[in-house]
Every structure is written in C-alpha cells, then in structure tokens.
C-alpha cells in the first residue's frame, strides 16, 4: 500500500529556517502581516518575501493558494513556498493551503513555518492526502520512493498531541481506498483483492470471504450471473469492525466490486473502456472506511460488505433476456448486461440485512452513467429512503468537502422495471437512469431499515488533480462516511 507521509510537529526555532534544506512553506494573510517566522525569513531573503506579498501577484491569490520564491537568498532551501491564508479560515481554506504544500512535497523536506496558525489539523491532513503518488507499476527512478518529510514548526508544539495519528487513520483509509481503485485489473483480480481486504484482521477487524459454492447455497444467483462469463472466481467479502457496544446492531457498508467491467454481452465501446478498472470503487471506498475505523478504534459497530466479479463476454456469460432469482426470491430479467452492478449489490444487501439486521444500511457503487449526466464529477448522487439518514450524511460530506447531492425517489419510476415475464427488469430505459437504479435497488431494502444509496461514478475517479487528491483514484467518500460514524453511529465511552 502507498504510505501517507507522517507528519512532525517540534518547536518553532527561528535559527533552523536558514538551514533547512528542500522546502520552507511561510503563511501570510491578505493584509501582508508577517508572523515572526515570515520575519526572520523576510531578513534572511533580503526582503523578498516583502516584496512578494507587495505584489500583483499576491493580491490576487484566492486563500490557500501559493506561489514560490525558487532558491531564496540567504537560505539553503531550494524554494520558498508562501500561502495565502487568512487568521480567521474555514476547514475548506486551511485543507487548500495543505493540498498545496502536498502537490509540490514531492520527494523533498518541507519545513511548514505553522507558528501560531489556526486549523492545523486540517492544513496537515491536506498536506498528506495531496502528497499520494501512486507509483506501483512504474519502473526505474520513476517507479522509486519518492517519500517526503513533513515538519511542521510551531509556538506550541503540545496542542499537536496525537496529530499525527488521528491524520494518519484517515490518510491510510483514503490511500488504501485510491491504490485499489488505482489498480490495473490484471492485478486486482477477484482473488487478489480479497486477499487484500483479508489483511485487515492484522487491526482487528474479522474478515470472512465467501466462495461462489457458498454464494450458491445461499442464492447469490443475481450476483453468481454476472461473473459466470469471467475466469476470476466471484467472491463476497464481509468485514466486521466490533468497536461499539456488544450486540448493538450495526451499520452496514455495501460496496460494489467489479473488478473490471466489459458490460458483458451488451459490451461497452472501445474507448474509455480503459478506465473500467474502478469499477470496484464502491467496494473499495467501504474498504477504506473499514481500515480508518479500525486504526482510530472507532467506538462503533460497523459491518462492511463487497460483492467481487468480473464482467466478462464469453460463452457462459449471461445473455439479455435472461432471467435469474436472487437471494431475496424476486425474479430479475436482464435486458442490459452492462447494468450488472445492480445484480452484484441486490444480493449483498439482502444478505447483510438478514445475517446482521443493521441500524442503517449504504450501499455505494459507481452505478450509473446517468448520474455523471446529472451532477458531472463534483456530486455523488445520494438516494435514500429516510430523511434523518440523507441530512446526517450531507451534512458530514459538506464538512469534509466532499461533494453530495440528494436526489429522488418515488414509485412513479417504479413502472418502468416491469418485465413481462419476471418480477422486475435490471434497467428502465435512459432516461431518469440514476433514479430507476436506485428504485431497483430499494426493492432489496426491508421495511422499515434506513437505506442510502450513493452513486459514485462521477466522483471515483478524476481525470485532473482536484482538491485534496491528485489526477486519478480520489478516495471520495471515505471522510464522509468516517465523519458519519462519528456523528451519529460512534458512542461515547
């Protein structure tokens, strides 16, 4: 797995700065006020950092953008980095000014001049999350250990007890979350992910992988169908994090985990196809949640679930017009095989609500193109069928920046997944897309259970570097959840 870097927090000392080699990063708020480390660093450069934060340049800079002096005068730094940022700043601006120093950390020393400075927590966790690279299948100098040091010098070094820890619970979530989606499919197999995932009981967590003769005899015939066509074997994972109550019901996280999906019969085009590696994104965001429980000890319960398949073409492969029975008993007919995400979680969560009976259910899955049409890459979709739940999480995705936007449900989508010849079909048609998915999904939810479903595809991956992480896998969603559990599932010992 890609280490987050682990940052340090030491007393500010101003007879360090001319020394430090890499990086210096110096905080100035609009008004241009220099802190005593921005001072000292202002006399060593022979006011250049003065004349800088005097400048055009300056002034137009947004709160938590930077810009660099590149091989300052008096110092042994090869650049000087100054952030803009204000006193008074919200999570947002101080997570900005981390990411910035994270995007330029790369392979180098970085002393961050905190000083005194607000929201360190957040400035640090932006800094660590921007820092990812994932660099598993490049070779030579480019495929090495770019580690980078972290140093953050401040007045009062004790308010940054247990900094460092908190951060790297949620950065290793994330991380392992983007290495996942990240991952070619000829790696990430079905087995090699469960694998993956099985390595978390070294934190305590219980893992239990179900095999396709056990999935059979529970009547995973939806999920079974879809990886039918493929040689990777189709498997079901479930991770219990015990951290709360004993007995105390759960909350259930659902994930989809096509490994790499063709559509099967009804294949996808050619181009872009690539990119069909994270379509396991669902599955691996629950993961990373699982593992930053698991590292905070969450005072919770929470059970993850991911279904593992392949969708491949080939002479077993499942056919438009089938029709298969799923777990719960209700008859599917497949009209579209590329809307095999659906089958793969309508299984898993029937499962999870009969062997666990949560408090609350989510589900996540890059399920739809149509969401991508609707919200584009800032907003995951969220459906739901309890408003307490939705405004619970919206609310933990506005504070961690995490983009969510609630969408509808109602039984007048419903008509459109009647089969002629089966309880229900897989699609409704194009239009309404994301809606009818998460109205086939419902079905699958008992009465009464509080249920979330998250449409991912936009957000999984990002073909920019955006906010807090890099072009690529974004880990969205594993702040957002973890911020969740904490509102409203973690209880208070």
């Known amino acids: 797995m890609t280490q987050p870097i682990t940052p340090t927090f030491h007393k500010l000392d101003l007879e360090e700065i001319a020394r430090a080699p890499g990086r210096v990063v110096v905080f100035v708020p609009a008004d241009g006020r220099l802190d005593r480390a921005a001072r000292r660093v202002d006399r060593l450069t022979r006011g250049a950092l003065a004349r800088l934060v005097a400048s055009d340049a300056f002034g137009e800079m947004k709160p938590g953008e930077a810009r660099e002096i590149a091989f300052p005068a008096g110092m042994e730094a090869e650049a000087l980095q100054v952030v803009r940022l204000e006193r008074r700043r919200d999570r947002a601006a101080a997570r900005k000014a981390g990411a910035a120093i994270g995007a330029a950390a790369s392979g180098k020393e970085v002393l961050v001049l905190a000083g005194a400075q607000a929201g360190l927590e957040e400035i640090a966790l932006g800094a660590v999350l921007r820092a990812y690279d994932f660099r598993a299948h490049k070779s030579g100098k480019a495929g090495e250990d770019q580690a980078s040091s ?28 983007r290495d996942l989606v990240n991952e070619p499919a000829n790696v990430l197999t079905t087995e090699e992910f469960a694998r993956r995932l099985g390595a978390l009981e070294a934190l305590g967590v219980k893992v239990t992988v179900l095999d396709e003769p056990a999935l059979a005899e529970l009547g995973m015939n939806c999920l079974l169908a879809v990886g039918q066509g493929s040689r990777s074997p189709s ?61 905070r000890k969450a005072a919770a319960n929470v059970v993850g679930i991911v279904g593992l398949v392949e969708n491949m073409p080939d002479g077993l492969a499942q056919r438009p017009g089938d029709v298969v029975r799923s777990m719960k008993g209700d008859t599917v007919e497949v009209i579209n095989t590329d809307a095999e995400g659906r089958l793969v979680l309508c299984d898993i969560m029937w499962h999870v609500q009969q062997a ?23 907003n995951a979709g969220v459906f739901s069928n309890d408003d307490a739940l939705a405004s619970a999480f919206l609310k933990a995705a506005a504070a961690e920046g995490e983009g969510a936007w609630r969408m509808p449900l109602g039984a007048a989508y419903d008509k459109k997944l009647k089969s002629r010849i089966a309880d229900m079909k897989n699609v409704g048609g194009r239009d309404a897309g994301a809606i009818t998915a998460a109205q086939f999904l419902q079905r699958f939810v008992e009465e009464g259970r509080p249920w979330m479903h998250l449409d991912i595809a936009g957000v999984a991956l990002r073909k920019e570097a955006a906010g807090l992480a890099p072009r690529g896998a974004a880990g969205w969603g594993v702040l957002a959840l973890d911020r969740l559990v904490r509102d409203a599932f973690e209880q208070e010992g």
Do not use: N, Y
């Not at 010098?153 to 392992?176: D, N, S, Y």
């Not at 994090?241 to 259930?252: D, H, I, R, V």
């Not at 009976?357 to 890059?366: F, I």
């Open 356 to 378: 666990f009976k949560p408090a609350a259910m989510v589900d996540l899955a890059t399920l739809t193109g149509a969401i991508i049409i609707a919200l584009g890459h800032e």
């Open 150 to 177: 972290l140093a953050f010098a401040l007045t009062r070094p004790e308010r940054a007890e247990g900094l460092a820890a908190r951060i790297g619970a949620l950065a290793e979530g994330v991380f392992f979350t």
């Open 235 to 295: 498997k079901v994972v479930l991770m219990e994090w015990s951290g709360g109550e004993k007995g105390a019901a759960p909350l259930a996280l659902v994930g989809k985990g096509v490994v790499f999906d063709t559509g099967g019969i009804s294949i996808k085009p050619a181009a872009g196809m690539e990119e069909m590696t994270m379509d396991m994104g669902g599955a691996a965001t629950v993961a990373g949640v699982i593992r930053t429980l698991a590292l």
